[in-house]
């Protein structure tokens, strides 16, 4: 894949839902990218994402996580993967917190440089294998964010979907629950969260705990459905980012079309349309030809 790895990219493998058929229309882009030039890569890939989800099923959606965090720093182009750069490392900044999934493509990278030397980049192999969470943004700096890459409302509440598999560590939910800015002057706790919800997190999430994991999809963390557009709707999210989704005018109508029980027989089509704004935030940035290189080893340049 054409992204800071060299190359230019295949399909795109999004941790629980394994969709296959999703193309993009830049003609470096494209699901079978590697088919005569390493015809082992994308089931090499799969492969690999399978036998570490054998031994851990929340390492799915930190590869989506992985994706989504390279992407949004600089474009797609594996650069979160870097090591060894001191304090100027992606992976380094506090946003990134808890990013797993380094060591999945490190170990499929080096399957496919024994079995096709030089040839699938370390960011096409991260969009292959495939998460977010981001945790302190405002609604508005994320509309920004999103708009600066080419991706609307719609993309960004999708997108936040991939919540619903998976955790999220206690230290995303410090400010929230305890230090939240009051409109009366102060801090305590978001006032938006219902008392009874409050209550659960908080005893979840001791004042000074930052490695105490909880679902971000209450009660449905291990399917990949729609159940966390209803706990938005309902006031269950669990970090401020999910919640402004339903508290902003641009995105509030969004989540509702989405997260209606009609939705999965009448459209729009969750699934599909997450798998279409995966794919398309996939090209963020993506470098292509000789304007990117393979690394041979993910973690470090040439």
Do not use: W
Not at 34 to 39: A, D, F, I, L, R
Not at 50 to 56: E, N
């Amino acid at each position: 894949m054409g992204r800071s790895g060299g190359g230019g990219p295949a399909i795109l493998l999004v941790a629980a839902v394994l969709v296959a058929g999703a193309t993009v229309s830049n003609a470096q882009l494209k699901v079978g990218f590697y088919s005569k030039s390493c015809p082992t890569a994308e089931s090499t890939v799969a492969s690999a994402v399978r036998q570490f989800a054998d031994a851990d099923s929340t390492i799915l959606p930190a590869l989506v996580r992985l994706q989504f965090h390279d992407c949004f720093v600089k474009g797609c182009d594996g650069s979160v993967l870097i090591k060894g750069v001191g304090n100027n490392a992606e992976v380094n900044n506090n946003k990134h917190q808890g990013l797993r999934g380094l060591d999945v493509v490190d170990s499929i990278k080096q399957q496919l440089e024994s079995e096709c030397p030089g040839v699938v980049s370390c960011a096409d192999i991260v969009v292959l294998a495939s998460r977010d969470a981001i945790a302190f943004d405002s609604i508005d700096v994320l509309r920004s964010k999103f708009a600066a890459n080419g991706l609307d409302d719609k993309d960004l509440v999708l997108l936040s979907s991939a919540h619903t598999v998976g955790t999220t560590a206690c230290f995303f939910l410090q400010d929230r629950l305890y230090n939240f800015p009051l409109a009366g002057g102060g801090r305590g706790a978001d006032p938006s969260i219902p008392e009874a919800f409050l209550s659960e997190l908080q005893s979840r999430c001791a004042p000074g705990d930052f490695n105490t994991r909880l679902p971000l999809d209450r009660g449905s963390e291990a399917e990949f459905d729609t159940s966390i557009l209803r706990n938005i709707r309902n006031g269950f999210a669990v970090i401020a980012s999910d919640a402004a989704l339903y508290n902003a005018t641009a995105t509030v109508g969004v989540v509702d079309t989405y997260s209606s029980m009609l939705s999965a027989f009448f459209g729009p089509y969750f699934r599909q349309d997450f798998a279409d704004a995966m794919v398309k935030m996939g090209s963020v940035g993506v470098l292509t030809g000789a304007a990117g290189e393979v690394r041979k080893v993910c973690s470090k340049f040439n």
